[in-house]
C-alpha cells in the first residue's frame, strides 16, 4: 500500500532533477528520506502475513457452515479431552473439510485501500509529469545542453568539425552553469550559431552539413527556450509589482474619465476626487507604488477616502488646490512625468483612442477664488460629505483648457494618476 | 456412552412428548437439556397451557418415578420433605422417617410462588443439596433428579414470589406462551375428542442408570476456549456497574440493578453442551450459547425500578447484551 506513493514521489523527485529545479543531493536526500518513511510506515503496519490458527479456522467454518467444528478442533488440547469424542469431532470435521473449495471461498483479493493507492500515485505522477511537460516548456531541457553535448560528441568524430564539436561542449557546459547570465549565455550562442553558420557554408560532405544544421538548430532551440524562460520570469516579475504598467485601468474613476472624453461640450476639466476612483485604481498594485511616490511630493493632497486627513492642516501654496490659499498659485510638482511615454498613450481606457485625450498629459489649472463645480455651486466630494460634515475642498477648474501651450511657465505641471478619471 | 445414543434418545423423548403437547417445541427441548444437565426449571405462565401436562408426559417418557406437590399457603416443609412418624412394630415403638413428595426423580411444584417462604426454602434446599434433613438425620434424594416448578405471572395476590436468591437455584426459567392458532386447533382436535394420545417410557427399566450416563456425557461435550471466553464476557457484561462493568452501554446498564451469578455462566455452558449433545455434535458453538442465553440468564438479572417503569423485560435486556458483547 506503501509502494506506489513511495515510486511515485521517487519519481517525481526524478522530474526534478531533471528538470534542475533539484540539485543532486538534495534529490539524494528527499528519496532516502521517502525510502526511511515508507520503510517505517510498512514497519508500524506490518501484520503477520500468515493469520493465526484460531482466526483460520474461525473464517473456514464461516464458509463451510461447519457450526465451530475447526475452530475447537484447533483451540482445544485433546489430551484433556475423551478420545472418543475427538475423534468424532475429527469424523465430522473432515466432512465438512470437502464441503471448502480453497479458490471460491478464500479467493486472494487485494484490498481496496491498494487500489486506491495505486491509482491516486499513478494519477499523481501523470499530472505532475503532464505539468512539467506542458505547463512549463521552458524547462523542458531534454532538447538544451544535453542535445548539445550529444551533437558535440558526434561532430568530434568527424576531424574536421572537431574543433567546432569541442566550443560547442564547452557551450553547453556553461549554459548549465546558473552563474553566467542568460544574456551572456545568448551572447555565446550567437557566436557558434555564426560558426556554425560559416563552417556549414564551407562544408561539402553532406553528412557533414547534416550534423552542423542539427547543432544550429539545437542552438536556436536552446535560444527559445531561454528567450521563454526569460519572458515568464519577466511577467512574473511585473505580476508581483512592477512599477512600470501599460495595462488598461478599470473601476468607477474611469468611467468619469469616459465620460469626460465624451464631452459635455463645455470643455471644463472639473478635478474632483471621488472614491470611485481610488476603488478603481487599487486594482493595480504598481500603481499605489506610484501613488505613494506622489503622496509624497504632493504631502497635504486631501484625501477622500481617509477620514482622518484633515484638509485644513495642509500647506497653503504647496498643494495642488488642496486648500483657498492654494487657488490659482498651483505649482508644477518636482517630480518629472513618468518617461515610459506619452500620458495619453498610457493611461487611456480600451476603446478610447489616442486622439481623445492626446496633449492631456499636461494641463493648465486655474483655480478660482471661490470653488465652483457645477450648477449648485459644489464639487462631488463636498456634496458627499456634507452629511458628514466634513467640508473637502477640492481642487476644481472651471476654465477652458487653453490649446497646448510649449514650454509653459509654472502653471505646467503633470496630472497625476490620480487625477486621470475625474477630468471631465 | 455414545453421543449418537444420546441423539436418539434425546430425539425419542422429544417425539413422545410432542405427542402430547402441542407446539412448545423448544420449550420440550429445553426442559429435557435442563433435566441432563442436572438442573431444576422454573415454568412461567397462565394456568391452562399445560404445564402439568408437560410434566407428567416428561416423566411417564423417562418412566421414571413422578410426584407432584401442590403449593398453598398453608403446605409446611414437612408435608414435602416428610416427616418422623410414630410407629410401633413387634410390640415397640418408635420414630420412623416418612418420605414426603420430594423423594422422586421428577417433582411438580405446581404454583410454587404460593407457598410460603420457609417451605419454599425447604423445597429449594433439597433442588441444590439433593438431601433433605429431618430432625438432624439426612436424606439423600434418588438420582436422577428434577424439579419443575410452575408460576403464574398475573396472579399475585397471596402469593410469595420467590427470592432471587432461591430463584437463582433453577438452571433455567422458561415462559410457556400461548399456542398459537394452528396449534390452538390441533390441541382442540386431540382433546375434545374419543381419541387419547398416550405417551409409551423411552427409557429402559433402570432408566435411572441411562440417563446418568447421558448427565455424564453431557458434561464431556466439549468446548473451544475462545467460546468459553465469550460465555464469560457475555456474563461479565451483565454486571451493572464498578469494575466489572463489562463492555455494556449506558443505555443497557442503566436497568440493571444486579447482574447473573456464576451459576448463570455455568448453567449457559451446560445447556450449550445439552443443546449440542442434542443436535448430535460433542463440542459447543456459538449458536449454543446464544440459544441458551436467555433461558439461563433471566431470572439472573435483576431489573430496577426504571426498567419496571418504561416495561423493560430481561429478554430485552439480554438481547441487547448479546448484540453488543462481540464473538472474537
Same mark, same amino acid.
Given at each position: 500500500m506503501f509502494v506506489p506513493p513511495a515510486a511515485a514521489m521517487i519519481y517525481v523527485i526524478a522530474l526534478f532533477f531533471r528538470a534542475t529545479w533539484l540539485s543532486q543531493n538534495v534529490a539524494v536526500l528527499v528519496v532516502v528520506f521517502i525510502v526511511v518513511l515508507g520503510a517505517l510506515a510498512v514497519l508500524l503496519r506490518r501484520r503477520p502475513p500468515i493469520a493465526s490458527v484460531r482466526s483460520a479456522a474461525r473464517l473456514v467454518d464461516l464458509r463451510s457452515g461447519a457450526q465451530d467444528h475447526f475452530l475447537t478442533l484447533a483451540t482445544i488440547d485433546p489430551a484433556t479431552q475423551p478420545v472418543s469424542l475427538i475423534a468424532r469431532l475429527r469424523r465430522q470435521a473432515e466432512w465438512f473439510r470437502n464441503r471448502v473449495d480453497l479458490k471460491r471461498d478464500f479467493p486472494y483479493r487485494l484490498k481496496r485501500s491498494a487500489y486506491w493507492s495505486f491509482g491516486g500515485s499513478l494519477a499523481a505522477a501523470i499530472l505532475i509529469h503532464l505539468l512539467l511537460v506542458l505547463g512549463l516548456p521552458g524547462r523542458d531541457t531534454g532538447a538544451g545542453p544535453e542535445r548539445l553535448r550529444e551533437l558535440a560528441r558526434q561532430m568530434a568524430l568527424k576531424p574536421e568539425l572537431r574543433e567546432l564539436a569541442n566550443e560547442l561542449d564547452a557551450l553547453a557546459a556553461r549554459l548549465d552553469d546558473p552563474q553566467i547570465s542568460a544574456e551572456e549565455k545568448h551572447v555565446l550562442a550567437q557566436q557558434i550559431e555564426k560558426k556554425i553558420a560559416e563552417q556549414q557554408k564551407n562544408q561539402e560532405q553532406k553528412d557533414n552539413r547534416d550534423l552542423l544544421a542539427q547543432a544550429a538548430s539545437a542552438l536556436s532551440q536552446q535560444e527559445q527556450q531561454q528567450a521563454s524562460s526569460g519572458q515568464q520570469q519577466g511577467e512574473r516579475q511585473k505580476g508581483a509589482g512592477s512599477i512600470q504598467t501599460n495595462a488598461p485601468q478599470e473601476g468607477q474613476g474611469e468611467n468619469k474619465q469616459t465620460q469626460a472624453s465624451g464631452g $459635455? @461640450?463645455? @470643455? $471644463?476639466?472639473?478635478?474632483q476626487l471621488s472614491q470611485g476612483m481610488d476603488a478603481g485604481k487599487s486594482k493595480q498594485p504598481g500603481q499605489d507604488q506610484n501613488r505613494s511616490g506622489d503622496a509624497k511630493n504632493n504631502r497635504g493632497q486631501p484625501e477622500p477616502n481617509q477620514p482622518g486627513t484633515d484638509p485644513k492642516k495642509e500647506k497653503p501654496g504647496k498643494t495642488q488646490g488642496g486648500s483657498k490659499e492654494g487657488a490659482g498659485q498651483q505649482q508644477a510638482s518636482a517630480e518629472p512625468p513618468p518617461q515610459v511615454g506619452p500620458p495619453a498613450e498610457r493611461f487611456y481606457k480600451a476603446g478610447e483612442g489616442k486622439e481623445g485625450l492626446k496633449g492631456a498629459g499636461y494641463v493648465t489649472v486655474q483655480l478660482p477664488e471661490e470653488v465652483v463645480a457645477d450648477a449648485s455651486g459644489e464639487s462631488r466630494a463636498t456634496k458627499e460629505s456634507k452629511n458628514n460634515r466634513i467640508r473637502t475642498q477640492v481642487p476644481v477648474s472651471n476654465v477652458p483648457l487653453p490649446t497646448h501651450v510649449p514650454n509653459a511657465p509654472t502653471e505646467k505641471q503633470p496630472v497625476p494618476i490620480e487625477y486621470r478619471s475625474i477630468i471631465r | 456412552m455414545d453421543p449418537e445414543l444420546f441423539q436418539q434418545t434425546f430425539r425419542h423423548l422429544e417425539v413422545e412428548v410432542q405427542k402430547v403437547i402441542v407446539g412448545h417445541d423448544d420449550l420440550i427441548r429445553k426442559v429435557l437439556i435442563a433435566f441432563f444437565a442436572g438442573g431444576h426449571v422454573l415454568l412461567e405462565g397462565v394456568p391452562g397451557l399445560g404445564k402439568t401436562l408437560l410434566v407428567k408426559s416428561l416423566s411417564q417418557t423417562l418412566g421414571l418415578s413422578f410426584k407432584r406437590i401442590q403449593f398453598t399457603p398453608d403446605l409446611m416443609p414437612s408435608d414435602i420433605v416428610g416427616t418422623e412418624v410414630l410407629t410401633e412394630t413387634s410390640g415397640r415403638r418408635e420414630f420412623q422417617f416418612k418420605r414426603g413428595p420430594i423423594f422422586a426423580h421428577v417433582v411438580l411444584a405446581d404454583e410454587i410462588n404460593r407457598a410460603t417462604p420457609k417451605t419454599q426454602s425447604a423445597v429449594l434446599e433439597a433442588m441444590e443439596e439433593k438431601q433433605v434433613t429431618v430432625f438432624g438425620d439426612s436424606h439423600l434424594l434418588e438420582s436422577p433428579f428434577i424439579v419443575l416448578a410452575t408460576q403464574n405471572p398475573i396472579e399475585l395476590e397471596g402469593t410469595y414470589p420467590l427470592p432471587e436468591a432461591q430463584l437463582d437455584r433453577f438452571f433455567f426459567k422458561l415462559l410457556v406462551a400461548s399456542p398459537a392458532p394452528a396449534e390452538l386447533k390441533e390441541i382442540l382436535k386431540r382433546t375434545t375428542g374419543t381419541a387419547s394420545a398416550e405417551v409409551s417410557t423411552v427409557l429402559p427399566e433402570d432408566g435411572g442408570k441411562r440417563v446418568n450416563d447421558m448427565q455424564r456425557l453431557l458434561r464431556q461435550v466439549m468446548i473451544a476456549p475462545p467460546i468459553e471466553d465469550y460465555v464469560v464476557r457475555l456474563v461479565h457484561a451483565t454486571q451493572p456497574d464498578g469494575t466489572n462493568g463489562g463492555p455494556l452501554k449506558s443505555s443497557v446498564k442503566q436497568y440493571i440493578r444486579f447482574g447473573s451469578s456464576p451459576r448463570g455462566a455455568q448453567a449457559v455452558i451446560l445447556g450449550a453442551k445439552g443443546n449440542a449433545l442434542a443436535e448430535n455434535r460433542v463440542h459447543v458453538s456459538y449458536e449454543d450459547v446464544e440459544g441458551t442465553i436467555l433461558p439461563a440468564l433471566r431470572h439472573r438479572i435483576i431489573l430496577n425500578f426504571q426498567a419496571e417503569a418504561e416495561n423493560i423485560t430481561t429478554d430485552q435486556v439480554i438481547g441487547e447484551i448479546i448484540k453488543q458483547v462481540p464473538r472474537n
Amino acid at each position: 500500500m506503501f509502494v506506489p506513493p513511495a515510486a511515485a514521489m521517487i519519481y517525481v523527485i526524478a522530474l526534478f532533477f531533471r528538470a534542475t529545479w533539484l540539485s543532486q543531493n538534495v534529490a539524494v536526500l528527499v528519496v532516502v528520506f521517502i525510502v526511511v518513511l515508507g520503510a517505517l510506515a510498512v514497519l508500524l503496519r506490518r501484520r503477520p502475513p500468515i493469520a493465526s490458527v484460531r482466526s483460520a479456522a474461525r473464517l473456514v467454518d464461516l464458509r463451510s457452515g461447519a457450526q465451530d467444528h475447526f475452530l475447537t478442533l484447533a483451540t482445544i488440547d485433546p489430551a484433556t479431552q475423551p478420545v472418543s469424542l475427538i475423534a468424532r469431532l475429527r469424523r465430522q470435521a473432515e466432512w465438512f473439510r470437502n464441503r471448502v473449495d480453497l479458490k471460491r471461498d478464500f479467493p486472494y483479493r487485494l484490498k481496496r485501500s491498494a487500489y486506491w493507492s495505486f491509482g491516486g500515485s499513478l494519477a499523481a505522477a501523470i499530472l505532475i509529469h503532464l505539468l512539467l511537460v506542458l505547463g512549463l516548456p521552458g524547462r523542458d531541457t531534454g532538447a538544451g545542453p544535453e542535445r548539445l553535448r550529444e551533437l558535440a560528441r558526434q561532430m568530434a568524430l568527424k576531424p574536421e568539425l572537431r574543433e567546432l564539436a569541442n566550443e560547442l561542449d564547452a557551450l553547453a557546459a556553461r549554459l548549465d552553469d546558473p552563474q553566467i547570465s542568460a544574456e551572456e549565455k545568448h551572447v555565446l550562442a550567437q557566436q557558434i550559431e555564426k560558426k556554425i553558420a560559416e563552417q556549414q557554408k564551407n562544408q561539402e560532405q553532406k553528412d557533414n552539413r547534416d550534423l552542423l544544421a542539427q547543432a544550429a538548430s539545437a542552438l536556436s532551440q536552446q535560444e527559445q527556450q531561454q528567450a521563454s524562460s526569460g519572458q515568464q520570469q519577466g511577467e512574473r516579475q511585473k505580476g508581483a509589482g512592477s512599477i512600470q504598467t501599460n495595462a488598461p485601468q478599470e473601476g468607477q474613476g474611469e468611467n468619469k474619465q469616459t465620460q469626460a472624453s465624451g464631452g $459635455d @461640450g463645455q @470643455g $471644463d476639466l472639473n478635478a474632483q476626487l471621488s472614491q470611485g476612483m481610488d476603488a478603481g485604481k487599487s486594482k493595480q498594485p504598481g500603481q499605489d507604488q506610484n501613488r505613494s511616490g506622489d503622496a509624497k511630493n504632493n504631502r497635504g493632497q486631501p484625501e477622500p477616502n481617509q477620514p482622518g486627513t484633515d484638509p485644513k492642516k495642509e500647506k497653503p501654496g504647496k498643494t495642488q488646490g488642496g486648500s483657498k490659499e492654494g487657488a490659482g498659485q498651483q505649482q508644477a510638482s518636482a517630480e518629472p512625468p513618468p518617461q515610459v511615454g506619452p500620458p495619453a498613450e498610457r493611461f487611456y481606457k480600451a476603446g478610447e483612442g489616442k486622439e481623445g485625450l492626446k496633449g492631456a498629459g499636461y494641463v493648465t489649472v486655474q483655480l478660482p477664488e471661490e470653488v465652483v463645480a457645477d450648477a449648485s455651486g459644489e464639487s462631488r466630494a463636498t456634496k458627499e460629505s456634507k452629511n458628514n460634515r466634513i467640508r473637502t475642498q477640492v481642487p476644481v477648474s472651471n476654465v477652458p483648457l487653453p490649446t497646448h501651450v510649449p514650454n509653459a511657465p509654472t502653471e505646467k505641471q503633470p496630472v497625476p494618476i490620480e487625477y486621470r478619471s475625474i477630468i471631465r | 456412552m455414545d453421543p449418537e445414543l444420546f441423539q436418539q434418545t434425546f430425539r425419542h423423548l422429544e417425539v413422545e412428548v410432542q405427542k402430547v403437547i402441542v407446539g412448545h417445541d423448544d420449550l420440550i427441548r429445553k426442559v429435557l437439556i435442563a433435566f441432563f444437565a442436572g438442573g431444576h426449571v422454573l415454568l412461567e405462565g397462565v394456568p391452562g397451557l399445560g404445564k402439568t401436562l408437560l410434566v407428567k408426559s416428561l416423566s411417564q417418557t423417562l418412566g421414571l418415578s413422578f410426584k407432584r406437590i401442590q403449593f398453598t399457603p398453608d403446605l409446611m416443609p414437612s408435608d414435602i420433605v416428610g416427616t418422623e412418624v410414630l410407629t410401633e412394630t413387634s410390640g415397640r415403638r418408635e420414630f420412623q422417617f416418612k418420605r414426603g413428595p420430594i423423594f422422586a426423580h421428577v417433582v411438580l411444584a405446581d404454583e410454587i410462588n404460593r407457598a410460603t417462604p420457609k417451605t419454599q426454602s425447604a423445597v429449594l434446599e433439597a433442588m441444590e443439596e439433593k438431601q433433605v434433613t429431618v430432625f438432624g438425620d439426612s436424606h439423600l434424594l434418588e438420582s436422577p433428579f428434577i424439579v419443575l416448578a410452575t408460576q403464574n405471572p398475573i396472579e399475585l395476590e397471596g402469593t410469595y414470589p420467590l427470592p432471587e436468591a432461591q430463584l437463582d437455584r433453577f438452571f433455567f426459567k422458561l415462559l410457556v406462551a400461548s399456542p398459537a392458532p394452528a396449534e390452538l386447533k390441533e390441541i382442540l382436535k386431540r382433546t375434545t375428542g374419543t381419541a387419547s394420545a398416550e405417551v409409551s417410557t423411552v427409557l429402559p427399566e433402570d432408566g435411572g442408570k441411562r440417563v446418568n450416563d447421558m448427565q455424564r456425557l453431557l458434561r464431556q461435550v466439549m468446548i473451544a476456549p475462545p467460546i468459553e471466553d465469550y460465555v464469560v464476557r457475555l456474563v461479565h457484561a451483565t454486571q451493572p456497574d464498578g469494575t466489572n462493568g463489562g463492555p455494556l452501554k449506558s443505555s443497557v446498564k442503566q436497568y440493571i440493578r444486579f447482574g447473573s451469578s456464576p451459576r448463570g455462566a455455568q448453567a449457559v455452558i451446560l445447556g450449550a453442551k445439552g443443546n449440542a449433545l442434542a443436535e448430535n455434535r460433542v463440542h459447543v458453538s456459538y449458536e449454543d450459547v446464544e440459544g441458551t442465553i436467555l433461558p439461563a440468564l433471566r431470572h439472573r438479572i435483576i431489573l430496577n425500578f426504571q426498567a419496571e417503569a418504561e416495561n423493560i423485560t430481561t429478554d430485552q435486556v439480554i438481547g441487547e447484551i448479546i448484540k453488543q458483547v462481540p464473538r472474537n
